[in-house]
């Protein structure tokens, strides 16, 4: 990852690491970035590879390289542990990078995502979206990305938002998207790992998604003891872009909770003095 142009670091305190979803890029984490980052959080958030301006694509860029490179940018940052927050394909880098490097988990967030491995139908659907892409482009397929993950409250009353998605879907490299499809059709079925995970989890969904449906949160939210699901009303897939002002304060709430349970996420991610 290049260091300067491909994340957003702000804040110090502890750490978020916010995990983008598909087809998107790190701007998506901007309105969390800039409420967290004063309140006392060290909010990073990656470009995930082959996404957004970081242009490493591959022909298949998989869960695990990306989980991968998440470890190699906390490297960079000195971060040990962190919390990682992901949305959709985020989640899945989440679960792959709770799974590779569990000691560097401090709690996890999850939103708007599931835990089942792709079956036969979604991983040739991947592979013709991939192909379609490559050809194509975006702009055959935006307006219907933007109705399936969008809530109807968002397309008809929050037109800014609408043009933020929009832009961003058009601004993404076509080969990246088809790595970045290829690389989902290949991730693992993480619902056997949710066991695992023994950090604090937030789990949220968005009650108007039209791509998750409200079983997987709670699938997530069944596997994860004593995890916490929240559902945001009037919010599609993209429900921090969507509800903010919602999103924020639970968020917020949610983490400063956690500061108060020995050994969650108070340490390990303090910014040293020679970084700020
Ligand atoms: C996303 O928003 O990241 C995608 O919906 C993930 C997926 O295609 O499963």
């Known amino acids: ?40 959080y060290r909010c990073v958030a990656p470009d995930l590879r082959g996404l957004g301006e970081n242009k490493s ?46 000691s560097r988990v401090s709690a996890l967030v999850l939103a708007g995502g599931r835990c089942e491995g792709p079956d036969k139908a979604e991983k040739q659907s991947r592979e013709q979206q991939a192909r379609r892409v490559l050809e194509q482009g975006f702009a055959p397929s935006v307006e219907s990305i933007l109705q399936s993950l969008l809530a109807p409250q968002t397309l008809a009353e929050k037109p800014e938002v609408v043009a933020r998605v929009r832009e961003m879907v058009a601004q993404t490299d076509p080969r990246g998207a088809a790595a970045a499809q290829r690389g989902m059709a290949a991730r693992r079925d993480y619902c056997g790992d949710l066991a695992q995970v023994s950090v604090p989890t937030l789990i949220v969904a968005g009650r108007d998604d039209g791509v998750r449906k409200p079983i997987d949160a709670e699938t997530i939210h069944r596997g994860i003891k004593g995890s916490r699901l929240e559902t945001i ?42 970084e700020t």
């Open 1 to 40: 990852m290049n260091a300067t142009r491909e994340f957003d670091d702000a804040g110090s305190g502890p750490a978020v690491v916010f995990l983008h979803g598909f087809p998107f890029n790190r701007v998506m984490w901007r309105a969390q970035i800039e409420f967290l980052s004063v309140r006392g």
């Open 57 to 102: 694509a591959s022909e298949v860029n998989t869960m695990d390289d990306m989980a991968r490179d998440v470890a190699t940018l906390l490297d960079e940052l000195k971060i040990d542990r962190a919390v990682i927050c992901g949305l959709s394909m985020g989640c899945y880098v989440a679960f792959e990078f709770a799974h590779l490097f569990p």
């Open 233 to 274: 009303r009037d919010a599609g897939h993209l429900m921090n872009m969507e509800q903010p002002e919602v999103f924020n304060r639970m968020l917020w709430h949610w983490l400063d909770s956690m500061r108060s349970v020995p050994g969650a996420i108070a340490t390990g991610s303090q910014r040293t003095p020679s």
